[in-house]
């Protein structure tokens, strides 16, 4: 059995399965430290790029996949909504947006004095239909969920993991 069969048995609840990058379109990466991912073809990185102000550098609809890894709890809402939107602009249809965040009742998501946002797992829902977190929408959110799940080995380290596809 796979990780998604046992936990479909398990909790009485589908897990989905991953999806994958756009084919023959770049990965980028945002923030990753010293531990970039093998599968990156390149990454944007402070102090050389500010995700808080900064466009991400990539012509629209021309990125595969982004990976942001504790990367979006280092920003305000305000912050989270326009880096979104860059996100949104450059990903190509069908593209990935893959996160893991911490989840606010980890002891993760409060050890890092720079972190400015708490997540959850209904975080993403909530952005995405209440037009009160985006008040200069100059178009819809084209993202939807595909993979959206609390994930940790213990509650200390518990974060959420999610994938939002660009329609």
Not at 18 to 28: E, F, G, I, K
Not at 63 to 85: C, D, N, P, S
Not at 112 to 134: A, G, I, P, Q
Not at 141 to 150: E, G
Request: some cysteine; hydrophobic content about 40%; proline content about 7%.
């Amino acid at each position: 059995m796979n990780i998604q069969e046992l936990f479909e048995v398990g909790m009485k609840r589908h897990l989905a399965d991953l999806a994958d990058p756009v084919p023959n379109y770049p990965v980028l990466e945002l923030g990753p430290g010293n531990n970039p991912l093998p599968i990156s073809d390149c990454y944007l990185e402070w102090p050389d790029w500010d995700g808080s102000k900064d466009p991400i550098p990539f012509a629209d609809n021309s990125i595969g996949a982004i990976y942001a890894f504790h990367f979006f709890e280092h920003f305000t809402g305000e912050q989270v909504i326009r880096l979104l939107r860059e996100c949104q602009r450059v990903l190509a249809p069908g593209g990935i947006l893959t996160t893991v965040i911490p989840h606010h009742s980890a002891m993760i998501a409060y050890q890092d004095l720079d972190h400015k946002s708490l997540w959850t797992e209904e975080s993403w829902r909530t952005l995405f239909v209440n037009s009160m977190y985006d008040k200069n929408r100059e178009q819809p959110w084209r993202f939807k969920i595909h993979f959206n799940a609390i994930i940790g080995i213990v509650q200390r380290n518990l974060a959420i993991f999610t994938q939002l596809v660009k329609e």
